[in-house]
């Protein structure tokens, strides 16, 4: 499945560094999401992004800022983080999202294992 | 606000046998969409089988079938014929169909294939 790329697939960083990661989605879809999956609990919807606008923050912290370029990018800019977030960081697309009508199915990326030391 | 809840940390099934995986939700709105996804080693979560809320039919998908139990809540996944590469973690997700599609997950089945 390639509809969905992610990258890097791995990534280790210090509490002080910054870095990025990337989704990119080949599907023609206009909704973009980043998801967070720990250890032991369920996924964690972070961002919603529809039509390149910012249309859900679930309670992120502000180390953790989101950009969506276009409908087919979607980045997600760390710094500062803790070792708490470390985790595995997916990135979703669908054809839409909101507005009434049939729901859409998320297709996934292969995710970003971030390990921060 | 939804809630999905799913019983079995762990499952095992002998290679060729039947499985079912056991999913309950909870929520308040009237049209909402239920999914089984599946999530092997390699990380990528796939979409196995969906089930639209207002659909009595159950959803089926090669050897995948659901039971959808809508009074109860409730909305299994049937994995006939188990094969190895059927082992993966299994995740039930619900979203509404009103304003936003966002997923609400379960926190997975571990389900092994026993060769």
């Known amino acids: 499945e390639t509809g969905v790329t992610q990258t890097p697939r791995h990534l280790v960083m210090g509490m002080t560094n910054k870095k990025s990661l990337k989704c990119e989605q080949h599907?023609?879809?206009?909704?973009m999401y980043w998801y967070k999956q720990s250890a032991k609990k369920p996924l964690e919807l972070m961002f919603v992004?529809?039509?390149?606008?910012?249309?859900e923050n679930n309670s992120v912290p502000s180390r953790f800022s989101p950009e969506c370029p276009n409908s087919s990018h979607l980045f997600l800019h760390l710094h500062t983080l803790q070792p708490e977030d470390s985790a595995l960081y997916l990135c979703?697309?669908?054809?839409?999202?909101?507005?009434?009508?049939?729901?859409?199915?998320?297709?996934f990326g292969p995710g970003t294992r971030l390990t921060v030391l | 606000a939804q809630t999905v809840t799913q019983s079995q940390p762990e499952m095992s099934v002998q290679e060729a046998e039947t499985v079912t995986l056991s999913c309950t939700y909870d929520?308040?709105?009237?049209?909402?969409?239920l999914f089984w996804y599946k999530q092997p080693p390699s990380r990528q979560m796939i979409l196995v089988i969906r089930?639209?809320?207002?659909?009595?039919q159950n959803a089926t998908e090669n050897r995948f079938s659901v039971n959808f139990q809508k009074a109860a809540k409730s909305f299994s996944l049937k994995i006939s014929d188990s094969q190895l590469g059927d082992a993966a973690m299994y995740f039930c997700?619900?979203?509404?169909?009103?304003?936003?599609?966002?997923?609400?997950f379960g926190t997975g089945t571990r389900l092994t294939i026993i060769p």
């Open positions: 979703a697309s669908s054809t839409r999202q909101g507005g009434g009508g049939d729901t859409d199915t998320q297709y």
């Open positions: 599907l023609g879809h206009n909704a």
């Open positions: 992004y529809n039509f390149k606008e910012q249309t």
């Open positions: 929520t308040s709105e009237s049209d909402y969409y």
């Open positions: 089930q639209e809320a207002y659909k009595q």
């Open positions: 997700a619900s979203a509404s169909n009103f304003g936003n599609e966002k997923l609400t």
